[in-house]
T-cell receptor, first 114, second 117 residues
């Protein structure tokens, strides 16, 4: 089945450690996105990539980094510089920009940093 | 910058009845897309319905329909014959239609819908 996988579902880390969240899609989509969801905040854009080897900062990129070495993969690293990393992280993909194509979402990763 | 506002943090509906969730947005663009996404307790985001701004006809998908008022920048979701499985967070979202745009969705803060048996 085509879709987006995110692993792990739950992740626990100590403060000061970097952690990488996985996102893989087999939909052959060009564009991929990372969103952060906090209670009462909706979803906010962290980073996006419209093509392999290129990515752009979203609205809340500070303390995060990404890579896009393969079309299928768009991992997100939460660095120790992120002041409040505990949140629910959603990865999404779509065929491209400027269209009404559905944006597909992965099941999400709940990150808890203590 | 575009913004999306959902003024109802929580709503409640009796099973089999109808409920309307409100959404307003702000944009200077003339062409764009609007979406309603559902997030059940599993937290998987599911597309409910979409609307192209250039279409005057309101979108419908089975029990779900929208009231799109472009001049008023309003995009409400009506759920008819509500079912227990409709209980979820509902997010209204905006997406630019400009070529070369980021392509991301801009979300409202959500409305939590409860369905009473």
């Amino acid at each position: 089945d085509g879709g987006i996988t995110q692993s792990p579902k739950y992740l626990f880390r100590k403060e000061g450690q970097n952690v990488t969240l996985s996102c893989e899609q087999n939909l052959n989509h060009d564009a991929m996105y990372w969103y952060r969801q906090d209670p009462g905040q909706g979803l906010r854009l962290i980073y996006y990539s419209q093509i392999v080897n290129d990515f752009q900062k979203g609205d809340i990129a500070e303390g995060y980094s990404v890579s896009r070495e393969k079309k299928e993969s768009f991992p997100l690293t939460v660095t120790s510089a992120q002041k409040n990393p505990t949140a629910f992280y959603l990865c999404a993909s779509t065929r491209g920009s400027g269209n009404s194509y559905e944006q597909y979402f992965g099941p999400g990763t709940r990150l808890t940093v203590t | 910058a575009q913004t999306v506002t959902q003024s109802q943090p929580e709503m409640s509906v009796q099973e089999a009845e109808t409920v309307t969730l409100s959404c307003t947005y702000d944009t200077s663009e003339s062409d764009y897309y609007l979406f309603w996404y559902k997030q059940p307790p599993s937290r998987q985001m599911i597309l409910v319905i979409r609307q192209e701004a250039y279409k005057q006809q309101n979108a419908t998908e089975n029990r779900f329909s929208v009231n799109f008022q472009k001049a008023a920048k309003s995009f409400s979701l009506k759920i008819s014959d509500s079912q227990l499985g409709d209980a979820a967070m509902y997010f209204c979202a905006y997406r630019s239609a400009l070529r070369g745009s980021q392509g991301n969705l801009i979300f409202g803060k959500g409305t939590k819908l409860s369905v009473k048996p």
